[in-house]
C-alpha cells in the first residue's frame, strides 16, 4: 500500500541553524500538508501547497518558514534560524485531487538545543 | 471557522468493555469528520471518516462512529476494548466551504488506556 515517508526521523539541531525536513508523498497525490505537533499538545496545520504554491498557511507558519517541491517526488519543509519552541514532531500529509482524506507521514522530531 | 472539542483528555476501561471516546464539533459548512489514532512513536492513522454520506461510519479493528448533526457530535466507539488500542484518539474535522484544501483542525486528543 502507498504510503508517505519522511526524513529523517529524527533530527537535532542548534537554534539559530537552519533545518530542512523531507517529505515523499504519495505518488499520484497533488495537496501536500504540513502539521506539528508540539509535546503535549494537538496537532496544528501549518501550510498547504498545491500546484507549486502554497494554498493556505497558518499563524505559526510565519517568513522563517517555506516550502518547497524542488522536484517530482519530494516536498520539504525549511526552518531558517531555527527556535527553541520550534521543537516539535512535524508531519507531512498529502491528498488525492479534490479529496478530503489526507495520508500521514510517520513524522520527524525535531529538537531545537 | 472551524473547531473540534473533545470532552475527555483520558478514557481508561478495562479489557473487553465498551469504548466511548466523545467529540463535538463546529463547522461553517458541511463538515468532513475523521478519527485518527496514534500509537506511542508512530504517526497518525485513520481510522474512519465521515463525508456526508451514512451517518453511522465503520472503521478499521472494530471502531465506529456516529455524526449527529442536531447534537454536533461524532462520537466514536468500540464494543469491547483491546489491548492494542491503548493509544491517543483525534477526532478532526475538515471545512468542505468550496476551497479544495481541505485543511485539517485537530482536538487536543483522548488517551485510551486498556487495563487487563
Known amino acids: 500500500e502507498p504510503e508517505v515517508t519522511q526524513t529523517p526521523s529524527h533530527q537535532v539541531t542548534q537554534m539559530g541553524q537552519e533545518v530542512i525536513l523531507r517529505c515523499v508523498p504519495i505518488s499520484n497525490h497533488l495537496y501536500f500538508y504540513w502539521y506539528r505537533q508540539i509535546l503535549g499538545q494537538k496537532v496544528e496545520f501549518l501550510v498547504s501547497?498545491?500546484?507549486?504554491?502554497?494554498?493556505?498557511k497558518s499563524e505559526i507558519f510565519d517568513d522563517q518558514f517555506s516550502v518547497e517541491r524542488p522536484d517530482g517526488s519530494n516536498f520539504t519543509l525549511k526552518i531558517r534560524s531555527t527556535k527553541l519552541e520550534d521543537s516539535a514532531m512535524y508531519f507531512c500529509?498529502?491528498?488525492?485531487?479534490?479529496?478530503?482524506?489526507?495520508?500521514f507521514g510517520p513524522g520527524t522530531r525535531l529538537t531545537v538545543l | 471557522a472551524q473547531s473540534v472539542t473533545q470532552l475527555d483528555s483520558h478514557v481508561s476501561v478495562s479489557e473487553g468493555t465498551p469504548v466511548l471516546l466523545r467529540c463535538n464539533y463546529s463547522s461553517s459548512y458541511s463538515p468532513s469528520l475523521f478519527w485518527y489514532v496514534q500509537h506511542p512513536n508512530k504517526g497518525l492513522q485513520l481510522l474512519l471518516k465521515?463525508?456526508?454520506?451514512?451517518?453511522l461510519v465503520k472503521g478499521i479493528n472494530g471502531f465506529e462512529a456516529e455524526f449527529k448533526k442536531s447534537e454536533t457530535s461524532f462520537h466514536l466507539t468500540k464494543p469491547s476494548a483491546h489491548m492494542s488500542d491503548a493509544a491517543e484518539y483525534f477526532c478532526v474535522v475538515s471545512d468542505n466551504s468550496g476551497g479544495s484544501n481541505y485543511k485539517l483542525t485537530f482536538g487536543k486528543g483522548t488517551l485510551l488506556t486498556v487495563n487487563p
Open positions: 465521515y463525508t456526508s454520506a451514512a451517518t
Open positions: 501547497f498545491y500546484n507549486n504554491e502554497i494554498s493556505e
Open positions: 500529509a498529502s491528498s488525492e485531487v479534490g479529496g478530503s482524506e489526507q495520508f
